[in-house]
């Protein structure tokens, strides 16, 4: 089955940038969302085919795919953005959803 | 608005049934596939299966292969989780999630509820 792969933590300063990946094997072939999920919430679509953001959004949140990784990247860090990430594709092979194992985003 | 509540959950014991359903509202139900997802207490989201907006379409992980049946009922803008021979390894909460079109495949889930939890201990 596909596994999609994130650091299990990433900390950053307030004002600075994020960077969150999702492996996969040749996830460029693939389309990927990325949800944020703050504690007791339910999940939030944040970007979805690689790179579009939502409405509602805000365009401090961006996304890229290519070759073996996706990257979700939060510009301009603010204390609001802490929360857990997760990528999502949709694996053709199996039939399957498939969605990362999940990053910690910490806010110093 | 688009609205999505679970109800359903509760505690059950090993190998015991629950039924899950998702009341949905804020849009055309029929024109949309929907999904349970589910996150087990302190770890990540699993996909747990799918259904085409028509409904003549269903997917399923693996794990619950053959002991859950999601459906749907168009009539009454509601989703269904059927589950059998409940495992403590089921444990988790169910969250039901809208798609942003009307097949499963390659499909981005634009719409959250907000989740009911099921317990499946002695």
């Known amino acids: ?108 | 608005e688009v609205q999505l509540l679970e109800s359903g959950g509760g505690l059950v014991q090993p190998g015991g049934s629950l039924r899950l359903s998702c009341a949905a509202s804020g849009f055309t139900f029929s024109s949309y596939a929907m999904s349970w997802v589910r996150q087990a207490p302190g770890k990540g989201l699993e996909w747990v299966s799918a259904i085409s907006g028509s409904g003549g379409s269903t997917y399923y992980t693996d794990s619950v292969k053959g002991r859950f049946t999601i459906s749907r009922d168009n009539s009454k803008n509601t989703l269904f989780l059927q589950m059998n021979s409940l495992r403590a390894e089921d444990t988790a909460v169910y969250y039901c999630a809208k798609s942003e079109g009307s097949t499963v495949t390659n499909g981005v889930f634009d719409y959250w509820g907000q989740g009911t939890l099921v317990t499946v201990s002695s």
């Open chain 1, 1 to 108: 089955s596909y596994v999609l792969t994130q650091p299990p933590s990433v900390s950053v300063a307030p004002g600075k940038t994020a960077r969150i990946t999702c492996g996969g094997n040749n996830i460029g072939n693939k389309i990927v969302h990325w949800y944020q999920q703050k504690p007791g919430q339910a999940p939030v679509l944040v970007i979805y085919y690689d790179s579009d953001r939502p409405s509602g959004i805000p365009e401090r949140f961006s996304g890229s795919n290519s070759g073996n990784t996706a990257t979700l990247t939060i510009s301009r860090v603010e204390a609001g953005d802490e929360a857990d990430y997760y990528c999502q594709v949709w694996d053709s092979s199996s039939d399957h959803y498939v969605f990362g194992t999940g990053t910690k985003v910490t806010v110093l």
